[in-house]
């Protein structure tokens, strides 16, 4: 038979590790949350809201192009490949993309409703851009990687459920005589 005092060092070891697992999820969890509402804001304010406000104009041919619509634009984009980058660490496992308290779920909510209106904005933009740099320029949109991590974001929303499964507008690759006016 086991020491009695061997069993409870034992027990009190696996205590101390449930509890430490315990403490260490709690704090992930709570960083995760202050992950997913920084995203959030960094998509819903500042640089990123001002640079929104300039595509809609250009978008609805109330600004012409010029160099701060191409910089919205990106600025967009890029904000797109933050959410996307700070997203993918906090998701540790399967579950963590269905439980309803995970914090990957409170951003997926919060984002799908904005990801959904760029995607159904952004072939107009792109194609209207890639006009007026042809025309200014005799260029086109060097955009590819920053679309493809927006698509990439898109998708990983309809996967978790939160955005309409619809297939969205496929964009015309580089080069592609489409992308061109």
Do not use: K
Not at 12 to 25: E, H, P
Not at 48 to 59: D, E, G, N, T
Not at 126 to 152: K, P, S
Request: aromatic residues 8%.
């Amino acid at each position: 038979m086991a020491d009695p005092w061997t069993i409870a060092s034992g027990v009190g070891a696996l205590t101390s590790v449930a509890g430490a697992w315990a403490v260490y999820r709690g704090q992930t969890r709570q960083v995760d949350f202050e992950l997913a509402r920084t995203l959030h804001l960094d998509l819903t304010s500042g640089e990123v809201a001002l640079a929104r406000y300039v595509l809609v104009a250009f978008r609805r041919e109330q600004r012409p192009y010029g160099p701060e619509v191409l910089a919205a634009y990106f600025t967009m984009l890029w904000c797109f490949e933050r959410v996307l980058q700070g997203r993918r660490p906090m998701i540790r496992s399967p579950l963590d993309r269905v439980r309803r308290s995970s914090p990957v779920r409170f951003l997926d909510e919060a984002l799908s409703m904005h990801v959904a209106s760029w995607e159904r904005n952004l072939p107009e933009i792109r194609n209207r851009l890639n006009e007026a740099l042809a025309e200014a320029h005799g260029d086109q949109l060097r955009d590819r990687g920053l679309t493809a991590e927006f698509e990439a974001l898109a998708r990983a929303l309809r996967s978790a459920g939160v955005m309409p499964s619809s297939a969205p507008v496929a964009l015309p690759a580089e080069g592609d005589p489409a992308s061109a006016p």
